[in-house]
């Protein structure tokens, strides 16, 4: 579950140093706070896709979230752009829900975060299990009451042997 600061006993900027480690103070212990939520985040949307929890996937999308997924072509599909949290989720639902049970594992890694306050952009490669097809994320996020939410999204597919 994504840490919520404003849980009773987590810290606050009312909380004086005496509740951090030694040495660390509280803006160096939000950066790390926020890139392990946005990792979460992250986490959560390649999980839900791959157990095909499309209603989920409402915790991890902005209203507003806009889609592109690039190189689509290897898998007979043209390039698409959605916008609207319900109108992307609606796309991938109808899109990945007919792999069924054989539905793709993605793993991601090499994560680079760039945040400024309310505001953050996330680099992230990914590649599917018993495929040849990976592909770079470019997102960025804000942080909502609820927590870190996708604004925009960006995934571009590309076969394993083209990059090379």
């Known amino acids: 579950m994504v840490m919520d600061r404003h849980e009773e006993g987590a810290m606050t900027d009312k909380d004086g140093p005496e509740r951090l480690p030694p040495g660390v103070s509280l803006a160096e212990f939000r950066a790390v706070a926020d890139r392990v939520e946005l990792t979460e985040l992250l986490s959560r949307y390649h999980q839900y896709i791959d157990a095909m929890k499309w209603e989920s996937l409402g915790e991890v999308f902005a209203d507003d979230a806009e889609c592109h997924y690039l190189g689509l072509e290897i898998f007979g599909v043209s390039d ?42 996330t680099r992230s490669y990914m590649h599917v299990i018993a495929s040849l097809v990976s592909g770079i994320y470019e997102v960025e996020h804000k942080r909502t009451p609820e927590g870190w939410r996708i604004v925009k999204l960006k995934l571009e597919h590309f076969r394993t042997e083209q990059a090379r």
């Open 80 to 121: 698409v752009s959605i916008e609207g949290r319900e109108k992307v989720i609606e796309w991938l639902r109808v899109n990945l829900g007919q792999f069924g049970d054989t539905q793709p594992k993605h793993f991601f890694a090499n994560h680079v975060f760039d945040i400024l306050g309310d505001r953050a952009k």
